[in-house]
């Protein structure tokens, strides 16, 4: 039963990866996410269905557009296989029905949330405020006697995350603080993890690049925190609980 349910998850995931490009390339210009196909941003054809298979198309055309010949990005597969991994890791960890939703509504809020704030330095509350209000729902829903937990989850890694924002507000913005909210809204306590797992991340990419270009050039790179609070979020989804009950236990 279960690989079947990952097989499942992995092919919606592609699905709805596809869409996710979709949704990383038309919120940043304000442009609506439902209607109006996908046409090619160089010639302005439309692409056609079975041009729109999510990775296999990009492969057999080999990364150009049938029309122009016009290089197609790498990353638009890239963010189809990503979703569909994401999808599949949540339905392979997840315990429980609410894992397994939560788990779903974080990593696919996660994917549109990394690529807008790596290319655009923002975090889009168009997409954090659906996302809060689609966990707050879905797990009062589904486990009623958690929801207390996450919500209070949610608002400890807020304020977390508020104190540095308001002290140094360079590196971090609000849509970090309201993202951290999303993720203790899907993980519960175990948001903890991945709050922690960003800021090591974080911290260890901002040494390989000091490593790499001197202290001066690396302070400059404005890395946005939101990819790192995405791969926190992954690492709390896989292993958060398991490591939150490890730690706890040690007392
Ligand atoms: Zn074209």
């Known amino acids: 039963m279960l690989p079947m349910l990952i097989a499942f998850a992995a092919a ?10 979709v949704v990383a390339y038309r ?6 996410v439902a209607g109006g196909r996908s046409e090619c941003p160089s010639c302005h054809h439309q692409i056609r269905a079975y041009d729109n298979v999510p990775v296999l198309s990009w492969l057999l055309l080999r990364g150009h557009c049938r029309d122009c010949q016009a290089p197609i990005s790498r990353r638009y597969p890239v963010v189809e296989a990503t979703t569909a991994v994401l999808w599949a890791l949540v339905a392979a960890v997840a315990g429980d029905t609410v894992d397994v939703v939560l788990g779903i509504v974080l990593v696919t809020a996660l994917v549109p949330i990394t690529l807008i704030d790596l290319d655009h330095q923002r975090i889009p509350n168009v ?12 797990g009062t829903a589904i486990d009623p006697g958690g929801e207390l937990s996450r919500v209070l989850a949610g608002a400890g890694a ?31 306590p175990a948001v903890a993890v991945a709050i922690l797992a960003a800021l090591v991340v974080g911290s260890l990419t901002g040494v390989l690049l000091a490593a790499r270009h001197g202290v001066q050039k690396a302070r400059k790179m404005r890395i946005p925190f939101g990819p790192y609070l995405a ?11 398991p490591l939150l009950d490890a730690y706890l236990s040690t007392f």
Do not use: H
């Open 12 to 21: 919606f995931g592609l699905l709805i990866g596809s869409f996710l490009n």
């Open 127 to 138: 997409i954090t405020y659906p996302a809060a209000a689609t966990a707050l729902v879905a």
């Open 27 to 32: 919120v940043p210009l304000g442009a609506s």
């Open 158 to 188: 807020a304020l977390f995350l508020l104190v540095p924002v308001m002290v140094y507000p360079s590196g971090m913005g609000m849509g970090d603080v309201k993202l951290a909210a999303v993720l203790g809204l899907c993980l519960g």
């Open 231 to 241: 791969v926190g979020g992954v690492v709390g989804i896989v292993a958060g609980q």
